[in-house]
């Protein structure tokens, strides 16, 4: 049996049909310890009922005295839900392990090892036990500083770099300390804003477009600086970016950075995925505004370890009051980075011949794989940016609203949810990413695939040679096969009118000529 205790004055009452007397009357006649049947615990549920108001007993009535403490939430963290990537991740788990094929696009995680050469360097040190300087190992700041001056020519020292456990802790941390706006352009990123929402900061939007290939123009940003110029701000960019696997162009980076100058924002340039840009060819905003931009990046994407929690932001000398805040509030939170992973770092951060070569090859990869899934959505009717880096796609099928909304689809929640049940693709609906709950957006993660394995294949039977179709289909056979299903579900109105197996066929191909030709957005 399911005891209940009574709601106190000062707690949400419980929902009103499930919380009843004997004579069944909302809200009265409730006996201060009224005994449900235990069936009753999971129709109640934990967000009807606080654990204050819950007392599993065995059929004794408990002191009050023993009651669990109240609830007590901040109100900037109530109704925040878990991030909505980690979420998918454990639906399409749960989904895989009732025996569903489930196809994993949702989580955003890269697919490939981490270097060999870093994994032994981490092996060599997981003896370093000590706390490390809350700025981080010195040696790894000046390897991230070098690494920034080698890829980008910006002149950064040791100490302007901070290292942190991931760049998103480094990102809550500066919100933390800098008062000001927080500005995100749509789509972007699902953890900025609610960030932004935990430590009570403004957001605002900065609407994109997709015939802009949502990138956000920079008289939109003046027009929104313009209306209060003074107002200090955080203005979040992020290239290549996450949804949508596109970049900006050196000019587009140049006028934004003079709009940013004007308005003496402060540009956090969100650059996680420069290090697989398709071609090796990102470009740091830092290059262009140098005294406002703080490079972020880290070790998640670039090298494959999400999991080992490293990242690292690189401030101008100009923003170095804002490193010494941040650095004060790790001081007081996490302390340091866990020691033998900064001791890995170092090494990644260095580069070399292996890395080099790690990197080549998984941006081959990438391309190969970005450009046919690509193609696959552009025949499937969809509208969507060709992407330059990254693993992400961000397609909108607004193209197909009536025959979507002909199947009950009217919005992003409802259309991930039914490819999730009908086709087994797990990706993430527009409207996390900021986008209006009507629009047919979603973002995909080409990333289901065995990276090793691939890698293996690409440096040895395909070395100088070209991943075609052939190769896709092989190595990468669930991401092929989520698109193909992706493009039967939506055709399954009839209205394209095109052969399935030719048309992925053609795509197929399509994504080795182009990955060959080189052309990029
Ligand atoms: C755009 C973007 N920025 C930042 C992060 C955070 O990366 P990490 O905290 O692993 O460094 C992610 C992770 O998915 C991301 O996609």
């Known amino acids: 049996m399911l005891r209940v205790a009574p709601t106190g004055p000062r707690h949400s009452t419980p929902n009103p049909s499930v919380c009843r007397g004997h004579r069944g009357q909302p809200g009265r006649d409730l006996d201060p310890w009224t ?7 999971s129709e109640i549920g934990h967000s009807l009922l606080s654990p204050s108001q819950t007392q599993i007993t065995g059929g004794s009535k408990v002191s009050r005295q023993h009651r669990s403490p109240d609830v007590h939430l901040n109100l900037n963290v109530r109704g925040l839900k878990q991030s909505a990537t980690l979420a998918i991740n454990e639906r399409s788990a749960q989904l895989a392990t009732e025996g569903k094929t489930v196809y994993r696009l949702g989580l955003g995680q890269s697919p490939f090892p981490v270097p060999q050469v870093v994994v032994d360097e981490l092996k060599t040190n997981a003896h370093q036990k000590d706390y490390l300087p809350v700025r981080g190992l010195r040696e790894l700041r000046e390897a991230v500083a070098d690494y920034h001056r080698r890829q980008q020519g910006i002149d950064l020292a040791g100490a302007d770099v901070l ?9 809550f941390l500066l919100q933390l300390v800098y008062y000001g706006d927080l500005v995100i352009p749509t789509p972007s990123w699902v953890s900025y804003a609610p960030q ?8 605002r939007w900065a609407n994109t477009r997709l015939e802009d290939d949502w990138h956000l123009m920079p008289e939109d940003l003046d027009r929104l600086c313009g209306e209060d110029p003074s107002r200090p701000r955080i203005v979040i960019l992020n290239y290549p970016s996450n949804p949508t696997g596109d970049s900006y162009t050196i000019d587009e980076l140049k006028q934004l950075a003079k709009v940013a100058r004007r308005y003496r924002v402060i540009l956090l340039s969100d650059e996680i995925y420069g290090g697989i840009h398709h071609r090796g060819q990102h470009v740091s905003v830092a290059r262009y505004y140098p005294e406002g931009t703080i490079i972020s990046g880290g070790l998640s994407k670039w090298c494959g370890a999400g999991g080992w929690r490293l990242g690292t932001f690189a401030f101008p000398r100009s923003l170095r009051w804002l490193l010494d805040a941040m650095a004060v509030a790790a001081s007081e939170t996490y302390t340091s980075t866990s020691a033998p992973v900064q001791y890995a770092a170092i090494r990644a951060f260095r580069g070399g011949t292996g890395i080099e070569r790690y990197l080549a090859t998984s941006r081959r990869i990438l391309r190969a794989l ?5 193609h696959t959505l552009k025949e499937s009717g969809a509208l969507v940016a060709q992407p330059v880096g990254g693993f992400y796609l961000f397609p909108d099928f607004s193209a197909l609203r009536e025959e979507l909304a002909a199947r009950g689809i009217d919005g992003s929640v409802a259309l991930c949810e039914r490819l999730l049940e009908e086709t087994g693709a797990a990706t993430l609906p527009g409207v996390e990413f900021g986008r209006p709950e009507n629009e047919l957006t979603l973002r995909l993660a080409y990333v289901d695939f065995d990276g090793a394995r691939a890698m293996v ?20 056979p669930n991401v092929v096969q989520a698109m193909s299903a992706l493009r039967e579900w939506l055709m399954r109105g009839g209205q394209l009118g095109v052969s399935i197996s030719c048309s992925s066929a053609y795509a197929l191909r399509n994504a080795s000529n182009s990955a060959e030709t080189g052309c990029t957005s």
């Open 196 to 203: 932004a929402r935990i430590v009570g900061r403004q957001i």
């Open 370 to 374: 970005g450009r046919y899934c690509y």
């Open 35 to 41: 005994v449900f049947p235990v069936s009753l615990q």
């Open 457 to 476: 294949a690409a440096e040895n039977q395909y070395a100088g040679r070209e991943l075609d179709g052939a190769f896709l289909e092989h190595y990468c």
């Open 163 to 171: 290292i942190g456990p991931g760049s998103k802790e480094l990102m």
